[in-house]
Nanobody, 126 residues
Framework: QVQLVESGGGLVQAGGSLRLSCAASGRTFSSTAMGWFRQAPGKEREFVATISAGGGSTTYGDPMKGRFTVSRDNVKNTVYLQMNSLKPEDTGVYYC???????????????????WGQGTQVTVSS
């Protein structure tokens, strides 16, 4: 069982930056891929980024490329999402998710993730 707790959301002006964190419980964190997704008001949840278990492979959704960076610290059992050059359309609830260990490769599909955090709100004002 993996429990995930996101933090770091908040209100920021367009062009600003935020760093989200997702702390995971359990001893299997280093053996599973992680992902970030977001859901804007009135829209379906969408893929943001994913990182492999070892951290060597990352994938981003097209709107995030060049602005967002996903990373992880397997000693601290934490995955991060650094978000720069934020836009109002980045507003939404951001969720981190974990694949069932020991699945090492990341995925862009929500259905490939077994564990989800409660989400953290990000609001970007224009």
């Amino acid at each position: 069982q993996v429990q995930l707790v996101e933090s770091g959301g908040g209100l920021v002006q367009a062009g600003g930056s935020l760093r989200l964190s997702c702390a995971a419980s359990g001893r299997t964190f280093s053996s599973t891929a992680m992902g970030w997704f977001r859901q804007a008001p009135g829209k379906e949840r969408e893929f943001v980024a994913t990182i492999s278990a070892g951290g060597g492979s990352t994938t981003y959704g097209d709107p995030m490329k060049g602005r967002f960076t996903v990373s992880r610290d397997n000693v601290k059992n934490t995955v991060y999402l650094q978000m720069n050059s934020l836009k109002p359309e980045d507003t939404g609830v951001y969720y981190c998710a974990a694949r069932e260990p020991p699945l090492w490769l990341g995925s862009t599909l929500q259905s490939d993730y077994s564990y989800w955090g409660q989400g953290t709100q990000v609001t970007v004002s224009s």
